[in-house]
């Protein structure tokens, strides 16, 4: 079964750095989205992406983030000037055009910021 | 906005036996999609099982099933014969089905953990 892919699976930067992590979503997928999870609390949602574009975000995806899909498989999130406060889980996940499709999840990429 | 509030932090239970996960949601919209993801130590999140809330029969995916209340905006997760590669976080999910309002975002409640005794 196809899955969605993400590198690094840890990812270990300071503070004031830029980190990218990068997903290769499921490949007949059209929808692309980023969520986060610090340590012990709930999932949030970041963004999403469709047809090149963002399609939604949220009040945590701020300046301080970007995302996109610089070619036909890669979707990247960006994280410019990280913060301890980005220390967290981050997931990509993807689903098909139709708007009842569930999301597939990948495994996540553990950001620690020191 | 639409909010997911799962009460129970921690479940246990018996391998073999049965439980059952709490959820409940506030909306506003008749018509969306509810969902549980079963995140193991792994960290992975895995779909579970999912509900449209337009169908009035309640989801069964083998050991795991919901009990949809839509009245009481209710969505408890079933799991029966409990195995130990249950034990996991369980989170409850909410997504609108009305694109323009709400868009496609999962909204999440607090999850639960649950542990499962040999």
């Known amino acids: 079964e196809p899955e969605v892919t993400q590198t690094p699976s840890h990812q270990v930067t300071q503070m004031g750095q830029e980190v990218i992590l990068r997903c290769v979503p499921i490949s007949n997928h059209l929808y692309f989205y980023w969520y986060r999870q610090i340590l012990g609390q709930k999932v949030e949602f970041l963004v999403s992406?469709?047809?090149?574009?963002?399609?939604?975000k949220s009040e945590i995806f701020d300046d301080q983030f970007s995302v996109e899909r610089p070619d036909g498989s890669n979707f990247t999130l960006k994280i410019r000037s990280t913060k301890l406060e980005d220390s967290a889980m981050y997931f990509c996940?993807?689903?098909?055009?139709?708007?009842?499709?569930?999301?597939?999840f990948g495994n996540g990429t553990r950001l620690t910021v020191t | 906005a639409q909010t997911v509030t799962q009460s129970q932090p921690e479940m246990s239970v018996q391998e073999a036996e049965t439980v059952t996960l709490s959820c409940t949601y506030d909306t506003s919209e008749s018509d969306y999609y509810l969902f549980w993801y079963k995140q193991p130590p792994s960290r992975q999140m895995i779909l579970v099982i999912r509900?449209?809330?337009?169908?009035?029969q309640n989801a069964t995916e083998n050991r795991f099933s919901v009990n949809f209340q839509k009245a009481a905006k209710s969505f408890s997760l079933k799991i029966s014969d409990s195995q130990l590669g249950d034990a996991a976080m369980y989170f409850c999910a909410y997504r609108s089905a009305t694109w323009e309002t709400s868009g496609s975002r999962l909204t999440f409640g607090e999850g639960t953990q649950l542990t499962v005794n040999p």
């Open positions: 509900q449209e809330a337009y169908k009035q």
């Open positions: 996940a993807s689903r098909r055009g139709s708007y009842n499709s569930p999301l597939h």
């Open positions: 992406f469709y047809n090149n574009e963002i399609s939604e």
